[in-house]
């Protein structure tokens, strides 16, 4: 259920993002989104700030702080300049195999076939799903916009590790927290280098509050918490439901319309989760037994 709602907010970001883009510019962007969240856990850093510290962990919150939002909000500012939502909900649902290969080299972790068969499903209905989307004329370079977002995607499966790793001794607030200070101090360049706006439109403003607060401290507290409890392969299966949730919000707040085969692949990509999810006691069972 954490997975579920964190996966519903990450695909609301691109309809947010896009919102946004219309009138801010887009490293500004993100720069105002983890100076809204830095701001919020000044407020509950009291409530945030439980860990059982180890020597050398600051190389692993510093790795992940580069994997996100460093790195990856980078990149997907980028991809997001040059192809269309479609394109890019292609590219993320790779992310699960991505996973599954670094997890099975870093982690040890093991996959039963009807996870394996559940990942499969999932990944093919949320590939249809993308490639069943009509192009828009708001996609330049399509090939570049692709390789940022599947450069996104590789850092995504480093954070996902990283924060495996950290979150048997930190709180999941702790590394959201870490994450969004980190994520201001590597955006705030953005602030010369960029053109500052003198207007503040309403919607793309809100947009970006709505980013900053509820996307970034909501979805990446959620995500963190779920990796607590199952494995990182099984957390990444659900990354399957982010096309699915950015086309039906785009359906919702942006008038587009799904076809036939969309709906069909919505179906496919939740069928790929059940089967995934019928019995991961085992799953799970494996992935604690494995050095973490």
Known sequence: MLLVCAMFLWGSSFIALKIAFTAYPPLLVIFIRMLIASSCFVFIWKYANRFKYQAGDWKYLALMGLFEPCLYFLCETYALQNTTASAAGMITALLPLLVVIAAAIFLKEKINKQVGIGLALALIGACWLSLSGKSSADAPNPLLGNFFEFLAMICATGYTLVVKKL????????????????????FSPALFLTDLPTEFPYTPTIAIVYLGIVVTLGAYGLYNISLSYISATQASVFVNLIPVFTILLAFIILG???????????????????????????TIEEAEASPS
């Not at 709180?171 to 201001?184: D, R, V």
């Not at 919505?266 to 069928?271: P, R, T």
Request: aromatic residues 10%; glycine residues 4%; positive net charge.
């Open 167 to 186: 979150s048997s001794r930190y709180s999941a607030l702790f590394l959201t927290a870490i994450q969004a200070f980190i994520g201001t101090l590597f």
């Open 256 to 282: 587009e319309k799904l076809t036939h085969q969309q709906l069909m692949a919505v179906l496919l990509v939740f069928l790929g989760l059940l089967v995934s999810q019928i019995a991961p006691s085992a």
